[in-house]
């Protein structure tokens, strides 16, 4: 039988070798979700895939954190715009990498989570160049590009006003800055067939107003393109976006990157997309449409060849 002095070294020794509170160290990586949905759970699925084989990962929702989650972790990674507010506020001293959320919301971050730490994003919303380009290859005769800048949108709309000159389509503007204004808005761009260009702007696309969008602009024999397959569904003619599990992707690179001793990337736009059709809207329109994988591909090769 082991002698009391014999079992009490061991002891010793095994406090030694693990403190207390080092049995539960934190992992690596951790991650906050805004909210529990399956676009928040397919993000962070795909960012615990792209890590390297044994990587730690902790989760946690976005009401739970503090500082104590936040520190001594290799990179904190928020998914949602919850998350990103409540991380931001805490203003963790590791670097931060925002997701599944646009990019005027990260610009609205609080100023303090931008100083000392690393900083940065995979955006939800898609560069506009990339929007305009794909309207010119759907609709090589389309003249008229469609724009509505509320109060979130002001900037993006001037980006794709400007791609629109690029790819040599007239921009028509209009200003919402409550949904009031919407009508007017409407028939000022639609004056003359146009492509109108919806941003996620909630201000002038949200639930309530986007029948009355789709509807209006299907009278006046205007396609429609879209930020989400939910537009596509409801009748317009294209939409192109990002789902979760491409910008989780595209997240769980920039952090094994940072877990090989790297720094994050600058926050960018998602790197790859979808593109979905809705042919009865093109059928009804007059309109000729490539398939939504062919103009996938036909897209991608355009990027890549820039």
């Known amino acids: 039988m082991p002698s ?16 207390a509170g080092a049995a539960h160290a934190d992992a690596p990586v951790l991650l906050v979700l805004g909210d529990v949905g399956e676009a928040h759970e397919e993000t962070a699925e795909a960012i615990r895939q792209a890590l390297p084989r044994g ?14 989650h936040l ?15 409540a991380v ?3 203003a963790p001293p ?4 925002h997701t599944l959320l646009t990019r005027t919301s990260f610009a609205r971050l609080p100023a303090a989570s931008r100083t000392g730490a690393e900083v940065s994003a995979v955006f939800l919303d898609q560069p506009a160049q990339r929007q ?19 109060p979130a949108s002001r900037e993006l709309v001037d980006e794709l006003a400007e791609a629109g000159r690029t790819f040599r389509f007239e921009p028509i ?28 702007d909630p201000a002038v696309f949200n639930s309530y107003t ?75 329109l007059g309109i000729e449409l490539d398939s939504a994988e062919g103009l996938t591909a036909r897209l991608m090769k355009q990027e890549q060849g820039r």
């Open 173 to 200: 503007q209009a200003r919402v800055d409550t949904e009031q204004d919407l009508f007017v808005a409407l028939q000022q761009v639609f004056s003359e067939p146009a492509v109108l260009t919806a941003t996620p």
């Open 210 to 284: 986007v029948q009355n969008v789709l509807l209006t602009a299907y009278r006046h024999r205007s396609p429609v393109i879209g930020f989400s397959p939910a537009y596509a569904r409801a009748g317009a003619l294209l939409a192109l976006y990002s789902t979760p599990a491409q910008i989780g992707s595209q997240a769980g690179d920039a952090v094994a990157g940072v877990l090989r001793g790297g720094r994050l990337p600058l926050p960018a736009a998602p790197r790859e997309f979808e593109i979905s059709v809705n042919s009865n809207v093109a059928r009804s």
């Open 55 to 68: 990587t730690e990962v902790d989760q946690i929702g976005w009401s739970a954190v503090a500082g104590s």
């Open 4 to 19: 009391p002095f014999r079992l009490l070294t061991a002891l010793l020794t095994a406090l030694a070798l693990h403190p």
């Open 71 to 85: 520190r001594g972790r290799r990179v904190v990674v928020t998914v949602g715009g919850r998350a990103a507010q």
């Open 132 to 150: 305009v380009a794909l309207i010119r290859l759907a609709l090589p005769d389309a003249r008229r590009l469609a724009l509505l800048a509320g």
């Open 94 to 97: 590791v670097p931060v990498l």
């Open 88 to 90: 931001a506020a805490a």
